[in-house]
């Protein structure tokens, strides 16, 4: 695939990247070639108290979930105790847990571990206020029932109830493609993703993109430079 525009594109980039070679020949549409400076603009951000903080005990904790040996280095934790570590090495005492409905069983789980593991917790649901979709101007063809009830998600409330919390740091667990959006946008604790929403594929999204061989060769839609 040719790149007929100089947008960043690191996926495309056919070398050894620069994160393990810093003086190799870069593509002419590498960060390093169209924004030089950026660095300078970013200096000053990482430098804020706040920021530098997390960074750091975000990078700490990448490389605390590696066993790291002689022989080379395994994953040791999965992404739910990595989110508690990170949480307990910042000093946060409160999480917010903001689900979908459909994964209530996976929200009291993760909400027992994380009270065994000494956090407060608030937890609150996609369709919390039960808010009709026609205050949003949903018609009833646009429900998934038809003439029936339907509470829209929420994910503004979400986000508001648990500013009001004064929650640490939040986890997000199955919010819709683009409710999640809005959620993040009025969220004002520090927020991570546990599981993202794939109804298809058991909330793995990935897994689509590992069929690029099979489901979307047959498609006829892989893409040529894979």
């Known amino acids: 695939m040719k790149n007929k525009t100089r947008n960043i594109s690191c996926a495309l980039c056919p070398d050894t990247p620069c994160y393990k070679q810093p003086d190799r020949r870069r593509p002419n549409f590498c960060q390093a070639l169209t924004m030089p400076d950026l660095w300078e603009e970013l200096e000053p951000l990482y430098a804020q108290k706040e920021n ?3 960074a750091q005990a975000a990078s700490v904790q990448e490389k605390e ?3 790291i040996s002689e022989s080379g280095r395994r994953p040791k934790k999965p992404r739910v105790e990595e989110i508690f570590d990170l949480a307990k090495r910042l000093g946060f005492k409160k999480l917010g847990v903001a689900f979908c409905v459909g994964l209530k069983k996976e929200a009291r789980i993760l909400a027992d571990l994380a009270e ?3 956090f407060d917790v608030a937890s609150v649901c996609c369709k919390v206020c039960s808010i009709p979709k026609e205050n949003l101007g949903i018609s009833s063809h646009d429900k998934i029932e038809p003439n029936s009830y339907e509470a829209m998600c929420n994910p503004i409330g979400q986000a508001i109830i ?3 919390e004064k929650t640490d740091m939040n986890v997000v667990l199955g919010l819709c493609v683009g409710h999640d959006s809005l959620f993040f946008k009025y969220a004002q604790a520090w927020t991570t993703v546990l599981a993202t929403k794939d109804r ?3 909330h793995n999204a990935l897994a689509a993109l590992y069929t690029i061989e ?4 047959a498609l006829g839609s892989m893409p040529d430079n894979i």
């Open 52 to 54: 530098r903080m997390f």
């Open 65 to 67: 979930g590696y066993d």
């Open 116 to 118: 065994r593991r000494g």
């Open 162 to 164: 648990l500013n009001k």
């Open 200 to 202: 298809l594929l058991g």
């Open 214 to 217: 099979s489901y979307y060769k």
